[in-house]
C-alpha cells in the first residue's frame, strides 16, 4: 500500500486485506469480492481500487508469507548439501500453497510468454529467491541442466491443485511432490 494515501484510505486498505485474508482462507481463490466488501464495510468500488484484480488480492493476502518462504530459501543458501537445501525450500513452499488456500491460483501464470513470471507478484518472488538455490544444486551436478524455477514452481501449482479437493490435501501433496523428485524409477 503506498505510504501517500490519505489515513482512511489506508485503514480501508487495512481492513479489506483481513477480511480478505479470512475469506480466502475459507473459500479459497473464488472468495467474493461482494462479500468481502460488505464485510468490510465499504463499497465493492473500494475493493477494487485497492486491488485492480482477484491477483492482486491474492498476493496480497499472501505477501508476508511468500517473504518468509523468500527469506528461508536465502537462509539455505550456504547449505552444504544444494539439492536438500532446494527440495527442503520447494517443500515448504508445497506446504504453505496447500495450507494457504488461493496461493497456487496466485501463482498460475496466465500466458504463455516467458516474461509471464514477471507478471506475477508472487511468482516473481519465488523466482528470485529460489534461483541461487536452483543455479548453486545445478553446479553442484545434483538437479539436472535446464530447469527453471518456474518450472518448478509449474509443479507445484499442478500438485496442489490436482491436491485440494482430496480428504488430507496435505499428505496427498506430500506424497505427489516426493513422487516427482524421486521419479519412477524404482529405488536400488
Same mark, same amino acid.
Given at each position: 500500500?503506498?505510504?501517500g494515501?490519505r489515513?482512511?484510505?489506508r ?42 484484480s482477484r ?10 508469507q511468500?517473504?518468509a ?6 537462509g ?16 515448504d ?9 488461493? +496461493? &497456487?491460483?496466485?501463482?498460475?501464470? %496466465?500466458? /504463455?510468454g516467458?516474461? =509471464? ?6 511468482? !516473481?518472488? *519465488? ?9 548453486r ?23 496442489? +491443485? &490436482?491436491?485440494?479437493?482430496?480428504? %488430507?490435501? /496435505?499428505?496427498?501433496a =506430500? ?6 523428485? !524421486?521419479g *519412477?524409477?524404482?529405488?536400488?
Amino acid at each position: 500500500m503506498p505510504e501517500g494515501q490519505r489515513a482512511d484510505a489506508r485503514r480501508n486498505y487495512a481492513r479489506i486485506l483481513a477480511v480478505a485474508e479470512a475469506e480466502v482462507a475459507a473459500h479459497g481463490a473464488a472468495a467474493s469480492l461482494e462479500q468481502i466488501a460488505r464485510t468490510a464495510g465499504v463499497g465493492s468500488a473500494t475493493v477494487r481500487r485497492h486491488f485492480p484484480s482477484r491477483r492482486a488480492l491474492l498476493e496480497a493476502v499472501s505477501r508476508k508469507q511468500m517473504e518468509a518462504l523468500c527469506a528461508h530459501a536465502r537462509g539455505l543458501a550456504d547449505s552444504s548439501d544444494s539439492r536438500g537445501a532446494l527440495l527442503e525450500w520447494l517443500g515448504d513452499v508445497v506446504t504453505y500453497s496447500v495450507s494457504a488456500r488461493g +496461493l &497456487a491460483a496466485a501463482l498460475v501464470y %496466465d500466458g /504463455a510468454g516467458s516474461d =509471464d513470471i514477471y507478471e506475477n507478484g508472487c511468482s !516473481a518472488m *519465488l523466482e528470485e529467491a529460489g534461483s541461487p538455490l536452483l543455479r548453486r544444486a545445478v553446479q553442484d551436478g545434483t538437479v539436472a541442466t535446464g530447469i527453471t524455477v518456474a518450472d518448478l514452481i509449474t509443479l507445484v501449482v499442478g500438485i496442489v +491443485l &490436482a491436491t485440494e479437493q482430496r480428504p %488430507d490435501p /496435505a499428505a496427498a501433496a =506430500d506424497r505427489l511432490f516426493r513422487l516427482a523428485v !524421486a521419479g *519412477l524409477s524404482p529405488q536400488g
